[in-house]
């Protein structure tokens, strides 16, 4: 779904510098066994994606339209929505741009200590997220390290609002950061060198010339983060407090309709939950997809 | 404007990039930097661009000391070896950032591209992007961009690298006439000695951060200053001999040494450098003695254009002599390989064997 791909060295055919290619032939494929690779993807994407999609879809329509209604749109359960998505939009934000920030750094830091920051970037994907979110609250409680000097000043980073958009960003981070970091590796310096000497100092290098070029890499980040975040479970249970119209997120609602063993109900949930995130996902891609174009 | 670098020197940790150069560019002209990679030729660009601040020395542009002043702020024009263009704009907003950084006015920033895009034939591409243009048009393109904020000084890296044989021959003439007709001061760094002697009015050979000769065209062509100038300008049958009251001798026959006064009587080891083309071949030994010239026996003939390249081989030898004949005399010759024939040195360069060289 979301191109990875940011490769703005490729020339158009239609350049004027590209040669003609000779009248278009079946070329056989430099690597082997195309069509055996073809076939493990349309399984692999079918077995994994499509047919568990497909029994929620059919368990949710199973309610009915008024079933289905009055299942997934409940006061309730469009708080969650709402708090799902903004608190996973938010995350996605501030993950895209501390991202930007970190890999800029892990990419030009040329010192010993780089290697380890550049490992420790990933260690939120390696660590159980229930983990975090149990850290992170004892960190953030009013008894906690952080918690005790926070909590006075009025800032709740447990069981709140907050607190789910810190163990998302903790969650997404990685993404943000891995997509963008090759990109600014790749960065061509006498760019940048070319905009210094017409005159540009250095934030009209970084805005006019730098960020124009890592911006498609950015939203990528942005997307991935996203998709990390609305899907999140483990750690947002443990510090959100899980109240209902205030930090109850989408997935902890499903979970609590699975406990009164109302799985119907539950898929319609996960159902819209799906719907909002596919059609997310899909605006952002689109979005993406326009300034890598405009890169070229 | 003038150009003066004064002692200038930069190292990159342990590499001695330039060592204590100095260098004056009048005004208005157009200079090659002329070495092999690690002569420190474009290191030296950098420095005068300010891109490279220099451990020591000064540089000064028309007796004002810029030598702290950022790239930013000097003004001057750059056009790097692989473009560097903004892959994200448009050929017009390329040219037109340097004004834009200006805050021309608009229809002024129009005006101006527009009157550059002609400059460099490139009217009507304005609305593309870098990518879709062929490396012949994003180098003018470079070039126009470089040209916006009207420097008074150009310098250019490598500027026709990356291009290929025919469009680098194009670009390099049309280069010398938009430089005649601007009237700025150009330095620009190549390894390939046929562009520089084709563009530049001064030729600057740089060899480990350090300047060996510098000169017109003919003039480091014709009398190379070091043997690492004489070796690196060219193809050159190096032997040694020695040399002895003006001349030197190769296997036993004298060569008339140039620019040598014959004084010095001392008879002492040399390196003796021959130019292919200053070599001459005959099936008879000319009428002046057969002690002027050398029998050798034809290894190989190949024609290339308007010179035919012979390898010989004296008697006795063990290394060939490559010998240039206009390909006209070579038709006339009508040479075959193991024929034995005459050769004929015209004149010699001879260095002495203890001069500093090192390649």
Same mark, same amino acid.
């Given at each position: 779904m979301i191109a990875l791909a940011h490769d703005t060295h490729r020339p158009p055919a239609d350049a004027p510098g590209a040669r003609p290619l000779p009248p278009r032939r079946r070329r056989r494929a430099v690597l082997p066994g195309f069509g055996l690779s073809a076939a493990i993807t349309s399984l692999v994407v079918t077995t994994l994606v499509i047919l568990p999609l497909a029994v929620l879809v059919l368990r949710a329509a199973s309610l009915g339209p008024a079933g289905f209604a009055a299942a997934a749109w409940t006061p309730r359960a469009r708080a969650a929505y709402a708090v799902s998505l903004s608190a996973a939009g938010i995350a996605a934000a501030v993950s895209s741009l501390l991202g930007l920030v970190v890999a800029w750094v892990l990419a030009r830091i040329d010192a010993p200590g780089g290697r380890i920051l550049d490992a420790l970037v990933d260690v939120p994907l390696a660590l159980p997220t229930a983990v975090a979110g149990l850290v992170y609250s004892a960190l953030y409680v009013k008894t906690g390290w952080l918690g005790q000097w926070l909590v006075p000043l009025g800032i709740h980073g447990a069981y709140s609002f907050l607190g789910i958009v810190l163990v998302l960003v903790f969650v997404s981070l990685p993404f943000a950061v891995r997509v963008v970091q090759p990109v600014i590796e790749s960065l061509d310096r006498e760019t940048e060198e070319a905009a210094r000497i017409l005159g540009a100092g250095r934030s009209q290098t970084f805005f006019r010339v730098v960020l124009p070029a890592l911006l498609p890499a950015v939203v990528t980040g942005f997307a991935l983060s996203l998709a990390r975040a609305l899907g999140e479970y483990g750690s947002v249970v443990f510090i959100s407090g899980n109240m209902p119209f205030r930090t109850e997120i989408a997935p902890v609602l499903i979970v609590a309709r699975l406990e009164e063993f109302a799985y119907a109900e539950a898929t319609a949930i996960a159902v819209v939950l799906l719907g909002l995130s596919v059609s997310l996902l899909v605006t952002v891609n689109a979005l993406q997809q326009r300034l890598a174009a405009n890169s070229q | 404007m003038s150009i003066h670098v004064r002692d200038v020197s930069k190292a990159f940790g342990s590499f001695r990039a330039l060592d204590r150069v100095s260098l004056d /560019? $009048?005004?208005?002209? *157009?200079?090659?930097? *002329?070495?092999?990679?690690?002569?420190?030729? &474009?290191? *030296?660009?950098?420095?005068?661009?300010?891109?490279?601040?220099?451990?020591?020395? &000064?540089? &000064?542009?028309?007796?004002?000391? %810029?030598? #702290?002043?950022?790239?930013?702020?000097?003004? %001057?024009?750059? /056009?790097?070896?692989?473009?560097?263009?903004?892959?994200? =704009?448009?050929?017009?907003?390329?040219?037109?950032?340097? !004004?834009?950084?200006?805050?021309?006015?608009?229809?002024? /920033?129009?005006?101006?591209?527009?009157? !550059?895009?002609?400059?460099?034939?490139? #009217?009507?591409?304005?609305?593309?992007?870098? @990518?879709?243009?062929?490396?012949?048009?994003?180098?003018?393109?470079?070039?126009?961009? @470089?040209?916006?904020?009207?420097?008074?000084?150009? *310098?250019?890296?490598?500027?026709?690298? @990356?291009?290929?044989?025919?469009?680098? %021959? #194009?670009?390099?003439?049309? !280069?010398?006439?938009?430089?005649?007709?601007?009237?700025?001061?150009?330095?620009?760094?190549?390894?390939?000695?046929? #562009?520089?002697?084709?563009?530049?009015?001064?030729? +600057?050979? =740089?060899?480990?951060?350090?300047?060996?000769?510098?000169?017109? $065209?003919?003039? /480091?062509?014709?009398?190379?200053?070091? $043997?690492? +100038?004489?070796?690196? !300008?060219?193809?050159?049958?190096?032997?040694?001999?020695?040399?002895?009251?003006?001349?030197?001798?190769?296997?036993?026959?004298?060569?008339?040494?140039?620019?040598?006064?014959?004084?010095?009587a001392r008879p002492r080891p040399a390196r003796v450098y021959l130019r292919p083309h200053e070599l001459d071949i005959s099936r008879t030994a000319s009428p002046s003695g057969a002690e002027s010239s050398l029998a050798a026996e034809v290894v190989r003939v190949a024609p290339a254009g308007s010179v035919t390249r012979v390898a010989c081989r004296p008697c006795g030898a063990d290394a060939d002599v490559q010998v240039d004949l206009p390909a006209e005399r070579a038709r006339d010759l009508g040479l075959r390989p193991g024929e034995m024939v005459r050769v004929t040195p015209r004149t010699a360069r001879v260095f002495p064997v203890d001069h500093d060289y090192v390649i």
């Open positions: - | /560019v $009048p005004d208005g002209a *157009l200079l090659a930097l *002329l070495g092999p990679s690690g002569s420190g030729k &474009t290191t *030296l660009l950098r420095v005068i661009a300010g891109l490279e601040h220099p451990d020591a020395g &000064t540089i &000064t542009e028309d007796g004002a000391d %810029v030598t #702290e002043r950022h790239a930013r702020s000097r003004g %001057v024009g750059f /056009v790097f070896q692989h473009y560097a263009l903004f892959r994200h =704009m448009t050929v017009f907003e390329n040219v037109a950032f340097g !004004l834009r950084i200006r805050h021309v006015p608009r229809p002024e /920033v129009t005006r101006r591209v527009e009157e !550059l895009l002609r400059l460099v034939r490139l #009217e009507g591409l304005g609305g593309r992007r870098p @990518a879709q243009l062929s490396g012949g048009q994003r180098q003018r393109v470079a070039l126009a961009r @470089a040209l916006a904020i009207r420097p008074r000084i150009l *310098l250019l890296d490598e500027p026709f690298g @990356a291009l290929d044989a025919k469009v680098r %021959v #194009e670009l390099r003439q049309w !280069l010398r006439r938009l430089h005649d007709e601007i009237g700025m001061t150009s330095v620009f760094v190549t390894h390939d000695q046929e #562009e520089a002697f084709e563009l530049a009015d001064e030729v +600057v050979v =740089m060899n480990h951060g350090r300047i060996e000769q510098r000169g017109t $065209p003919a003039e /480091v062509f014709d009398r190379p200053a070091t $043997p690492f +100038v004489m070796d690196f !300008l060219g193809t050159v049958n190096l032997f040694h001999g020695r040399v002895e009251n003006g001349r030197a001798f190769w296997h036993g026959i004298p060569i008339p040494v140039d620019g040598s006064d014959g004084t010095d």
